[in-house]
């Protein structure tokens, strides 16, 4: 199939950060399900290469990825959890009132909403600086090894974090201090 699995390789090494990108964006930002999803559409890429090869790659493995992180997000609302024996023991009593847990609800709801909108603002400045963000700060990566992923140094990758941690204190350090 592959002439010593070379062009897979190649094809691999030049998109596994993006097809691991756009599966982690669109599977409700959960990392692990992201690399099963990478893992599944290069499979489908090695079986189906000898048809695809001459079509655009980048954008099956985009739309794949997608596609299969979408479908796993489907998946994950529909699951019904089973509790245990051990987990169905009775509650313990309240300790705070209805109306704290209710305005607690809201603070972490205001908190999600403002900090999705600061990605999608660093999105909007510098699509690397929010790929660096993404990678260190959700996904986990040491900064090493994302330097690594995106073709940086790691004193450069560090510099680029701090200049985004610094717009973002920036342009939004008023409102996120008012939330609190």
Known sequence: MFTGNREFNEI????????LKVAYDYS?????????IMQETFLKLYQDFERLKNGNIRGWLKITARNAAINYRMKKSHEVLELDNEEREIEEPRTR????????AEAKLEKRRLHRKIMEGVRKKNARWYEAIILVYYMDVPQKDAADMMGMKLGAFQTMLTRAKNWIRKIYDTEYKEMD
Do not use: C, P, R, T
């Open 12 to 19: 691999y090494d030049k998109y596994k950060n993006l097809v």
């Open 28 to 36: 409700g930002d959960d990392y692990d399900a992201a690399q099963d």
């Open 97 to 104: 009132s209805v109306e704290e847990e209710i305005e607690e």
